[in-house]
């Protein structure tokens, strides 16, 4: 079986590696990647002269499926932990301690976060109100939760968190999608802070050791670029600056083939095979899937896309004072960043880059406000300096160096009915044979949720093709 797989970031590799590794002869898959390089939103560039991750930086630990793909493929000895995992929140102008215990931001105790919140919102809080029906639907997370624990729990704690990993709104983001475990336990009528008790006991049997996340010394940017080289080291072509402009079937009903058209459209250029992964974001895969299985396009085209930029910053390391891993940003606020982490206090690998130097980062970008997106770069370097500074209480040392790092329509929003919808596409594509389809839409945008769509899609095309 020839496999032709289309998208070169971290689903498409992961989708070549399974079906390499049980057994599809390694000549018969390529990777095709319009981009100049593999690796979608994971990405290493250099700044200062050091190499670190402008994209994702960790990933999460309760989940096994990065792990095992990163000892698989030789990399094991890289993982690591953070050496802190002490974040904070920045909120009514100065930082309060992250509670460690907490579902996406529902604390254990109340009282872990007063100040964070005021007093009468910790009472709020603790007085958990029951949902007046049963919930049979999926419904907004902040919707639920500002019923049940009030709006300050979601404006100053829930938000800011699942800002940070979805790039969404509380209030239009998905429970079912999202946070199943919180929909379990509010289908069920349970207790909210009683679920958030039970994640924090399961992050404590982690196998990291050390929370909830992992990373890779070099930067998780390293995870797809060895996968690249393990792949074409055992056969798979992998090409980059290829555009798949047009999916066509070729085949007959019981034996199907597949003719891809790339490159420019007065000079196109083709590519044939027995079978397809469509590893590409929404838009691109809504685009492709629009003559094959009109209802998944359709789908797929209606998903919002959320666009973000990663500001990068080196300092002087004389004079920067900055407690732990990072902080949060509630949107309430009204601050242009949303997050900050300081790498060098996170990642003992980064800390060692540079004796002189410490690393920090700053996001920009909420769902459905990208004023500041449209800034120059210089500006974002600007506003991610003042602020980060307001809320250390010190403007910052000199910057010796910054890069801006924009991913534009970036992350997949998972509105409320995300998984009933995802079930139609995948219901509409499995009716076409030899295609599949994997990605950061369909059962997560982490990266471990995005690993296990991609195995999914090639054990789905191995026993198709049995």
Known sequence: MSVLVVGGGVAGLTAAWHLLSTGTPASDITVLESSPRVGGKLARAEVAGRLVDIGAESMLALRP???????????????????????????????WPLPTGTLMGVPVDPESVRGVLTDAEVARLADEQPWPEPLTDDIAVGEYLAHRLGDAVVDRLVEPLLGGVYAASARRLSMAAAVPMLYAVARDGGSVTGAAAKAAAARSGTRSGSGAFIG???????????????????GVTVETGVTVRELTATGSPGRPQWEATCGAVPTPAYRSADAVVLAVPPPAAARLLAPLAPVAGEILGGIDMASMAIVTLAVERRGADLPGSGFLVPDVDGRTIKASTFSSGK???????????????????????????????????????????????????RVVDSHV?????????????????????EA???????????????????????????????????????
């Open 216 to 234: 890779l010394t070099g930067g998780v940017g390293r995870l797809p670029e060895h996968l690249r080289d393990v792949l074409v080291g055992r």
């Open 65 to 95: 499926e990065a792990r095992e793909l990163i000892e698989e493929i030789g990399l094991g000895d890289a993982l690591t932990v953070p050496a802190t995992t002490s974040a904070s929140i920045w909120s009514r102008d100065r930082l």
């Open 428 to 466: 509409a594509v499995a009716r076409v044979p030899g295609l599949e389809v994997c990605g950061a839409a369909y059962g997560g945008v982490g990266i471990p949720a995005v690993i296990a769509s991609a195995r999914a899609a090639a054990e789905r095309l191995t026993r198709g093709s049995s």
């Open 347 to 397: 990642w003992a690998w980064v800390d060692a880059l540079d004796e002189d130097l410490v690393f920090l980062r700053a996001s920009i970008g909420r769902a459905g406000d990208v004023t500041a997106l449209q800034w120059p770069d210089a500006d974002l370097v600007d506003v991610a300096v003042r602020e980060v500074g307001e809320a250390v209480g010190a403007p910052l040392p």
């Open 405 to 425: 790092q924009r991913w534009g329509g970036g992350l997949p929003q998972y509105a409320v009915g995300h998984l009933g919808r995802i079930a139609q596409v």
